[in-house]
């Protein structure tokens, strides 16, 4: 269970990320882009993902995009956690968070992968909220598909 006080510091994690925005740009060349919206309240996010040469390692992850610092905060996270790792890695990464977003806020994230990403624990209470924080791992899960299916 997470106490008051490091729920109040996640939040203001969430919050500066929303506006620091980590990766927030366009690449000069990606591997994959995808577009993905949450209907339900209109967030938007485009995410390009780019590899190092002949290797399945990221190089950079970048996005762009409008919506709740939620969905911008996550997208932010994500884009500083995804360089270095392979695609393997990083679809591990996304499943935990995935995992951690499905559990309520029950248990305890695993920090060695999620790093900064544990932060939406808390999220992970609201489900109409769930989504905003899901949108830039969607969009970066069908990256990692676009680029699977291209080699």
């Not at 485009?46 to 919506?67: F, K, N, Y």
């Not at 999620?114 to 969009?139: P, T």
């Not at 990256?143 to 291209?150: F, K, P, Q, S, Y």
Request: glycine fraction near 10%; include cysteine; proline fraction near 3%.
């Amino acid at each position: 269970m997470m106490s008051d006080a490091l729920a109040g510091l996640y939040q203001q994690v969430i919050l500066d990320h929303s506006k620091l925005r980590t990766g927030f740009g366009q690449l000069d060349e990606a591997d994959a882009e995808r577009f993905e919206r949450n209907p339900s309240c209109g967030d938007e996010i485009t995410l390009q993902l780019a590899l190092e040469p002949g290797t399945d390692r990221v190089r950079s992850l970048a996005w762009s995009g409008a919506g709740c610092s939620i969905s911008q905060a996550s997208a932010s996270v994500l884009a500083g956690l995804a360089p270095g790792l392979t695609t393997t890695e990083l679809q591990s990464t996304i499943d935990a968070f995935r995992e951690m977003m499905r559990s309520r806020g029950i248990g305890d994230p695993d920090e060695d992968v999620l790093g900064d990403a544990v932060v939406f624990q808390g999220v992970s209470k609201f489900v109409m909220r769930v989504k905003c924080a899901m949108l830039a791992w969607v969009a970066a899960e069908g990256c990692l598909a676009d680029v699977a299916a291209a080699r």
